[in-house]
């Protein structure tokens, strides 16, 4: 019987990642995968819940553990919620690679080789910490966010839930960044940021993205 069974919401690269640090972490144990969505089935991106709703029913039993691999956040909270809705817990996966000084990780996140997350960091369920990038001492992640390679947040940040931080972005200390909001890539947070809004620049500023 195989030790270690999973469920990987995603087939593409950050799927195929996520599942090179799980072997890696698993230390001569077996290890089984299933991957059952990928985001390019959809148009856009975006999946409808009456298409996860179907694609739930294939997947292996609910004592398999879930993770989800898909890059964008409102989709991430999407599939949690049908994954959780047929029964599923969530692994949480953190390298050995990382630098982990907090023990506030939520239930199916995932953090990166090189990631370094600060004591009193709070992270939300459902977070990817992608390699390289620094949360702050007593920062907060919400649920369902993306961090992505190399960003830097300073300490006592508030995110919220379904943020998308680009590559390469970064946010000074004390600053709150609302729920579904976009930092765009290489982008640098000096105030904070409304809820829903995409900021661009250095310092970041509110500005219109297509199809938002």
């Known amino acids: 019987m195989t030790d270690l069974q999973y469920v990987l919401a995603g087939d593409g690269g950050l799927a195929r990642e ?22 390019h089935q959809s148009t856009e991106n975006h999946l409808a819940c009456s298409e996860l709703a179907e694609l739930v029913k294939r997947c292996p039993p609910p004592d398999w553990k879930a993770i989800i691999a898909i890059g964008l956040p409102d989709i ?11 029964g599923y817990s969530f692994a949480t996966i953190i390298s050995h690679y990382a630098v982990v000084e907090t023990d506030d990780v939520g239930e199916g996140s995932v953090v990166f080789p090189g990631a370094c997350l600060a004591i009193g960091a709070r992270i939300g369920c459902d977070v990817v910490i992608n390699y390289n990038a620094v949360i702050g001492h007593d920062t907060l992640i919400g649920a369902h966010s993306v961090i992505s390679p190399g960003v830097n947040l300073g300490g006592w940040v508030v995110g919220g839930e379904r943020v998308m931080y680009g590559i390469g972005s970064s946010c000074v200390e004390k600053k ?12 640098s947070v000096w105030r904070d940021v409304p809820a829903g809004a995409a900021v661009v620049g250095v310092p970041a500023m509110v500005r219109p993205l297509p199809g938002r």
């Open 18 to 39: 996520i599942e090179r640090i799980m072997r890696s972490e698993a230390e001569g144990r077996g290890l089984e995968m299933f991957h059952y969505v990928a985001e």
């Open 76 to 86: 991430r909270a999407k599939v949690f919620g049908e994954l959780r809705g047929a």
């Open 176 to 187: 709150r960044i609302g729920d579904g909001a976009v930092v765009t890539a290489g982008s």
